[in-house]
């Protein structure tokens, strides 16, 4: 038996130990069951937010779920590939938290120029509707989440 193939087991015994199938797995987390059996077969490596939520599911560490991904050896190839999924992750885990924060600041800015508005006599209508229209030109600024689930 390999290395990969005992990493696998690893993986899959976790799985095994609190009795669910992949497909149970697999819904628990969000992804097919296909991945499941990819990430038990060692071909390819769940993400960092994947790896969270199935330690959750398998009743373990973050910790033990990362060594038993760890100790596989690589795939032919794989390597450069895996070093590129850890790049590709810790990339949007940044652009994550740049879009919150975007999104902050856009929801603070509302909040000042309602609050203006609100304070506005009624009488005083030209700047009443400069304000309306600061206020949506900063709503259609709002920053879509184009990011990929993992």
Known sequence: MTEQDR????LRSLRQKVQLSQAEVARAI???Q??????????????????????????????RIDEVLVRRPPVEGSSKLRAEI???DRQISELRGQLAQADEMLRLEREKVRA???RLPP??????RALEAADAQIQQMQVPNALPND
Not at 42 to 49: I, Y
Not at 123 to 128: I, T
Request: proline share 4%; net charge negative.
């Open 86 to 88: 850890v790049e590709r």
């Open 116 to 118: 203006l508005l609100s």
């Open 34 to 63: 296909q991945s499941v059996a990819s990430w038990e077969s060692g071909v390819t490596v769940p993400s960092v937010e994947r790896r969270e939520k199935l330690s959750l599911v398998l009743a373990c560490s973050p910790e």
């Open 7 to 10: 990493c696998a087991d690893s």
């Open 123 to 128: 009488e005083d209508a030209a700047y009443k």
């Open 30 to 32: 969000g992804v097919s």
